[in-house]
C-alpha cells in the first residue's frame, strides 16, 4: 500500500446545477456586463468579465470580477454539499463558471504582485480539476 493512499477514499466530485439562463445568454453573445447584473450568483458571467478585463491590461477590475465569480462559485458549491475539498469536474459544464473565475483570480493576483494569493488560487485549481488547470494554462 502507498504511505500518501488515502484510506477514506476521495470526497464525490461536486457537480454545480445548470446555469442555462446566464450560460446561454454568455454563449449569444450578450453582453457580461449585462448578464452579470441580471444574474448575480452567476459564476460565469463574472469569469466573463475578469477575463475581459485580463486581455484589456486591468488586472485591478479583473481580481474584483474574479473574486466576485469565485465567492459567487463557493457559495453555489457548498449548497451542492462540497465540504472545502474534492473533484470540482470540469467537463461538468456548470462548473466552468467557478474554475474559471477561479483560474482568472490566479492571473489577476499575480499581475498585481499578490503572489501567495495567485499560488493558492493555482493550487486550488489544480487540486480540484487537474483537467481545468490543463485547459486554461494551455
Known sequence: MDAHTNLLGEPPETLLP????????????RDPREVAARFPTSSAAWAHLAEGALDDSDPVAAYAFARTGYHRGLD?????????HGPIPWSHEPNRGFLRSLHALSRAAAAIGETDEAERCGSFLRDSSGE???????
Do not use: F, H, I, V
Open 18 to 29: 445548470d446555469d442555462a439562463g446566464p450560460r446561454g445568454e454568455l454563449q449569444q453573445g
Open 76 to 84: 453555489q458549491l457548498r449548497r451542492a454539499g462540497w465540504k472545502g
Open 132 to 138: 481545468a488547470a490543463e485547459a486554461l494554462n494551455g
